[in-house]
């Protein structure tokens, strides 16, 4: 079995989407969930599928031994980030070389970056009148965003688009492909 861990802050509907692709696979498994936020979706989420979730305080997020003890407790593989807010911490780039993957809402290296975070990126979008837009899945390094590009799935903007429309076509993607990618990565 390959062990994933989940490292969201918000709604979580990501996870939800990745927890439910891999309920019943024969060799993946969502073992952890992570999170920053008390009132994040994800940890009811997580509950209803009875996985493990720690809420993590920034000192223990940013401790060298506390997170290596808590992710070598469940073996875990592969840390995805499904909307997380925090910069990983150079230890665990290190330790978790090329297993640490994030989605970002829009074409990276465009609209990225520190702050750059779920709606305020759709908004971004609209703003700088691009006619195309897409989710990108990419490896995680010491840099918001910038890490080396695994997947790219574009949609188009259309005039009469707006940041609710272009946010729902965006999950749409991000849900069919965040899972397919993980597959892949843990074949
Ligand atoms: C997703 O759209 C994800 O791409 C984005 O946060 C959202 C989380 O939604 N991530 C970023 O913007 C990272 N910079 P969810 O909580 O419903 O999965």
């Known amino acids: 079995m390959k062990n994933i861990a989940i ?4 709604k ?7 927890i439910e692709y891999f309920k019943n696979h024969s060799s993946v498994k969502v073992v952890l969930v ?7 979706g994800v940890i009811k989420i997580a509950h209803q599928h009875k996985i493990i979730s720690a809420i993590v305080s920034k000192n223990f997020f940013g401790n060298e031994e506390s997170m290596h003890k808590l992710l070598n407790s469940l073996n875990i593989d592969l840390i995805v980030l499904a909307g997380f807010l925090q910069l990983i911490p150079a230890f665990l780039i290190q330790k978790f070389s090329k297993r640490i993957i994030n989605i970002h ?11 750059m975070y779920g709606k305020k990126v ?7 009148g691009e006619t195309e837009t897409g989710i990108t899945i990419h490896y995680v390094n010491e840099k918001y965003d910038a890490g080396e590009v695994i997947l790219q799935k574009k949609i188009s903007v259309e005039p ?3 940041v609710e429309s272009v946010s729902g076509k965006i999950q749409q993607l991000e849900h069919e492909w965040l899972p397919k990618t993980i597959e892949v990565l843990l074949k």
Not at 7 to 10: D, E, K, L, R, V
Not at 122 to 128: I, T
Request: proline share 8%; glycine share 12%; no cysteine.
């Open 12 to 18: 979580g509907t990501n996870a939800q989407a990745i």
């Open 7 to 10: 490292f969201a802050s918000g």
């Open 160 to 162: 009469n688009d707006n």
């Open 122 to 128: 759709h908004e971004a979008v609209l703003a700088a």
């Open 105 to 115: 809402p829009a074409l990276l290296p465009k609209h990225g970056g520190k702050g």
């Open 34 to 40: 992570v999170t920053n936020n008390p009132d994040a």
